[in-house]
């Protein structure tokens, strides 16, 4: 059983594209995450839920829109895609913000 | 502010050599450390933590000890093994409310036999 899922493991699509990536827990965890990993493979938090919550929202575009339907779900949709938005989309999930993470298998996003 | 940096890489050993990983923190309170692992293609697995100063985690023969006096948490083992090539991310987490994992850079291993 797979702790934390996320779809598609791979993602190409065309500039300007709208595309979505879905991530679900089955931990019971209270706080989901979103990381973005660039070509260097560094890691940057982009969001952050907790309970259904946004409780971390960094400096991205505000073509990345977040949404949690319930707190084993935080789903990722970017809209009007862009060359720059290629990278690895990692979710995560922990019990209590801020501690110990558990990932994804990572969603690579290739725009072309 | 909370930061943690680490060694650049890549780092390339042979089979059986002795491996370190340096990294050093910067944080407020009372952080959690950790090393994640990422094998080629695959996600991110926790490889070992430590929750407060002086405890030592370990995991499939790598080791860490959390080093308040220096803020350290360098990674090692005794004997890499070509399997044990990846990329290999410390990372703290402030145990606060409203804050998440911060990772450094990350050190890519290359061991081969």
């Known amino acids: 059983d797979t702790a934390v899922s996320q779809t598609p493991k791979y993602l190409v699509t065309q500039m300007g594209n709208d595309k979505s990536i879905k991530c679900e827990q089955n931990l019971g965890h209270d706080t989901m995450y979103w990381y973005k990993q660039d070509s260097k493979k560094f890691l940057k938090i982009m969001f952050s839920?907790?309970?259904?919550?946004?409780?971390i929202n960094e400096t991205v575009p505000n073509r990345f829109s977040p949404k949690s339907p319930d707190k084993a779900h935080l789903n990722l949709h970017i809209n009007s895609l862009e060359l720059g938005d290629s990278a690895v989309y990692f979710c995560?999930?922990?019990?209590?913000?801020?501690?110990?993470?558990?990932f994804g298998q990572g969603t690579r996003l290739t725009v072309v | 502010g909370n930061s943690v940096t680490q060694m650049e890489g890549p780092v390339t050993l042979s089979e059986e050599a002795f491996l370190t990983i340096n990294c050093t923190y910067t944080a407020t309170g009372y952080p959690s450390l950790f090393w994640y692992v990422q094998y080629p293609g695959e996600g991110l697995q926790l490889l070992l933590k430590?929750?407060?100063?002086?405890d030592k985690g370990s995991n499939k023969g790598f080791e860490a000890t959390y080093r308040k006096e220096t803020t350290s948490f360098h990674l090692e083992k005794g004997s890499v093994q070509v399997s044990d090539s990846a990329v290999y991310f410390c990372a703290l987490s402030p145990n606060q409310a409203g804050t998440a994992l911060i990772f450094g850079k990350g050190t890519t291993l290359s061991v081969s036999s």
């Open positions: 995560a999930s922990s019990a209590q913000s801020g501690t110990e993470a558990f």
């Open positions: 839920y907790n309970n259904k919550e946004l409780i």
């Open positions: 430590a929750t407060k100063a002086d």
